[in-house]
């Protein structure tokens, strides 16, 4: 499956942006999703994920309140949106997916993921 996403660019500390992940040459159905980010200087963390059902979800600390996940199986897309952004929230953004058999799996962790789309940039300014 190819993943892209989009959505990305420059905002205010207070700010909101949401990030699309657009997928293609598969069952957008099968996989799990999940959201990762990396700031300049610092290694990839997680973000966000949302299995494969939509019925779960989670989050990263950082993000908990503020940030929420979503799916559209029809439109073969996985959403993040981000509300109270902060400066530390600056980093490239991406997606990524993995096919789990049950509908309830999910992950946060980066080796379980399989396929990896190129990140938007997202620059939250003070």
């Known amino acids: 499956v190819q993943l892209q996403a989009s959505g990305g660019g420059l905002v205010q500390a207070g700010g909101s942006l949401r990030l699309s992940c657009a997928a293609s040459?598969?069952?957008?159905?099968?996989?799990?999703m999940g959201w990762f980010r990396q700031a300049p200087g610092k290694e990839r963390e997680f973000v966000a994920a949302?299995?494969?059902?939509?019925?779960?979800?989670l989050y990263a600390d950082s993000v908990q309140g503020r940030f929420t996940i979503s799916r559209d199986n029809a439109k073969i897309a996985v959403y993040l949106q981000m509300n109270s952004l902060k400066p530390e929230d600056t980093a490239v953004y991406c997606c990524?997916?993995?096919?789990?058999?049950?509908?309830?799996?999910?992950?946060?962790?980066?080796?379980?993921?399989?396929?990896w789309g190129q990140g938007t940039q997202v620059t939250v300014s003070s």
């Open positions: 990524a997916a993995v096919a789990f058999s049950s509908s309830y799996s999910t992950s946060k962790l980066e080796k379980d993921y399989d396929y």
């Open positions: 949302i299995s494969r059902s939509g019925g779960i979800l």
């Open positions: 040459g598969g069952t957008f159905s099968r996989y799990a």
